[in-house]
């Protein structure tokens, strides 16, 4: 096999050049690169800036050696005297370390010169043919050339200054791209990104705005970014927590949100005054306990709708919560009780240890609440001012007269729809005397003008009075209303027993009356409801459904009660 030498590949030796020694026992692998070309060199040239990255391989034109000998050899380091120009595809060691830039390498992947049909540099016909009567390795049965492998020459040396080029380039298609982006901006093709108007609130304006949402709001909302997380958790936004969802595991974000927020005690929140779950069906009594153990200056807790809360968990809460002021467990058909643990009712001598000092309690549609049950809580929580028993249909005569014994400060009392209450309930209510400013005994059908008259006899104050449904109590009861509780600002006497003449005797007693329900009286003609209108002219709201009057009555009341709202089913008043 021959070996041909590319005359390219040459050095410097004293200012003159030589062409490398080859050593004729040198073996070469016919499988490494094809015989008919030489040695492959990747070898970076020298060159100035703007000038273009070269690749010499193969045989130099002749174009190439006259502007080559023009050229100014290169500021070598330590380079004093002029010497002949070097040949770019040739290095030097010390020469690495220049201080200005030299040409990024090409691609240093190449076919062998045979794989493109050009012979190399100092190869001879001769050696051609002898070279083609050879038969090669690369070829197949029908002489037919198959491609010669890659053959790749890497020069170590120049990877650092390759990766840096690189680098530079990278930097410069980045920097081009943002400047054109900003071309684009000053055009007005797209608008510059404006500061949010959020973001020019003051803290004192948002958290202002915070607290209007509810607790699992606020939660998410400290996810926003840093400067919500640090204005969500504002001592003064968590006086409150309110979850109203029934997705939610409550007992643990009751836990969560209590050990957040006791940042000064590490084992109560004294910060949470109200606390709201309402409608989350998950509640359970370990959540209560969390909050009875947690949370000791709670005022407020409505838990409405939470039916697996039992008596237990709220004897735990009005225990420990000793301040706590309203408690709402509407809808709560597994409580049926309220009062203290045993554990404290043993340890307590004296009895205002004993007591529970609620203001508020609202059991409404506890349909488990029984005579026994409510005199458990009239008696611990004789302090009530507010009670409603709305839909407890078990609870009768013995149960009211529990509250009228141990109540004596009760303002307000809702028993609509406890059909088993008679007149003699309603009797022991007047016990209250002067304190009661509001009943409602709607639906109350076994009640008659004997309670009733009773009743305003003695709670000459009350504002407020529903008797709805009560088909019993009829002109008598209206009588002896107008004339002992001639403040009244409230009265609903719809499908009762009502006529003009009992409707007269109101106009003229009790002209502070601003809201009237005359619903389905059918006593009541245009007569009555005319006398009304002169008389009480700062009426606000008055409900005449199924009620037998005419247009005539309509405008009368359009007349002087300028600003009373009418409700109505006939469309001719329109």
């Not at 030299?102 to 051609?128: D, E, F, K, N, V």
């Not at 709220?314 to 009780?337: I, Q």
């Not at 005419?550 to 300028?562: L, M, S």
Request: aromatic fraction near 8%; proline fraction near 5%.
């Amino acid at each position: 096999m021959m070996l041909a030498l590319d005359p390219s590949y040459m050095f410097y030796k004293n200012g003159n050049i030589s062409h490398i020694p080859v050593n004729n026992s040198c073996q070469v692998n016919d499988s490494a690169h094809d015989s008919s070309s030489g040695f492959a060199s990747d070898v970076p040239s020298y060159t100035y800036s703007g000038t273009s990255m070269s690749t010499f391989k193969g045989k130099l034109s002749d174009s190439d050696d006259t502007s080559s000998d023009k050229k100014k050899p290169p500021p070598w380091p330590g380079n004093t005297t002029t010497h002949a120009y070097k040949k770019p595809n040739h290095y030097n060691a010390h020469d690495l370390n220049m201080p200005y830039r030299m040409s990024t390498p090409s691609p240093c992947s190449y076919r062998s010169s045979s794989s493109l049909g050009t012979p190399s540099l100092g190869t001879t016909p001769s050696s051609i043919s002898n070279k083609s009567s050879t038969k090669s390795p690369y070829t197949n049965n029908n002489n037919i050339p198959t491609p010669s492998p890659v053959i790749s020459y890497k020069n170590p040396a120049y990877e650092y200054q390759l990766d840096k080029h690189m680098e530079q380039i990278q930097y410069n298609l980045k920097r081009i791209e943002l400047q054109d982006t900003d071309k684009l901006l000053s055009k007005g093709s797209y608008r510059h990104h404006k500061p949010s108007l959020f973001d020019l609130l003051t803290d004192d304006v948002i958290v202002k705005i915070f607290s209007n949402l509810p607790s699992d709001q606020l939660c998410r909302s400290s996810r926003v970014c840093e400067r919500w997380y640090r204005l969500v958790w504002d001592p003064m936004l968590w006086k409150r927590i309110v979850i109203n969802s029934e997705k939610i595991n409550v007992d643990k974000a009751l836990k969560y949100l209590t050990k957040r927020l006791s940042y000064n005690t590490p084992t109560v929140c004294v910060i949470v005054e109200r606390i709201n779950l309402n409608g989350c069906e998950k509640l359970t009594n370990k959540g209560l306990h969390t909050v009875a153990k947690r949370c000791p200056e709670l005022r407020h807790l409505e838990i409405q709708g939470c039916s697996n809360v039992t008596n237990q968990s709220l004897y735990e809460v009005v225990s420990y919560c000793v301040n706590l002021e309203l408690l709402d467990v509407t809808g709560c058909p597994c409580v049926t009780c309220i009062s203290l643990t045993d554990r404290v009712l043993q340890t307590a001598t004296a009895h205002h240890l004993r007591q529970v000092y609620l203001r508020i309690l609202d059991m409404t549609d506890c349909y488990a609440l029984e005579d026994e049950g409510l005199g458990v809580i009239a008696s611990h929580c004789s302090q009530l001012q507010y009670l409603y028993l709305r839909r407890c249909v078990r609870i009768g005569d013995a149960g009211i007269q529990y509250v009228a014994n141990y109540c004596s400060f009760l303002k307000e009392l809702s028993i609509s729809d406890c059909r088993k209450i008679t007149d003699y309930g309603i009797c022991e209510l007047a016990k209250l005397g002067d304190n009661l400013r509001y009943l409602s005994i709607a639906k109350c059908d076994k009640v008659s003008d004997v309670g009733i008259i009773q009743l305003t006899k003695c709670c000459r104050k009350l504002r407020y009075l529903n008797m709805r449904g009560c088909e019993a109590v009829s002109d008598d009861s209206m009588d002896v209303l107008a004339r002992h509780c001639s403040k009244i600002k409230s009265l609903d006497i719809g499908k009762c027993d009502i006529t003009d003449e009992g409707l007269q005797v109101v106009a003229q007693n009790c002209p502070q009356l601003k809201k009237l329900s005359l619903k389905s009286c059918e006593g009541v003609s245009d007569v009555g409801v005319k006398l009304l209108a002169k008389k009480c002219r700062h009426m606000q709201q008055l409900n005449i459904q199924d009620c037998h009057l005419t247009v005539d009555a309509y405008r009368t009341i359009k007349k002087f009660c300028k600003q009373c709202f009418i409700e109505h089913t006939n469309p001719g008043f329109y």
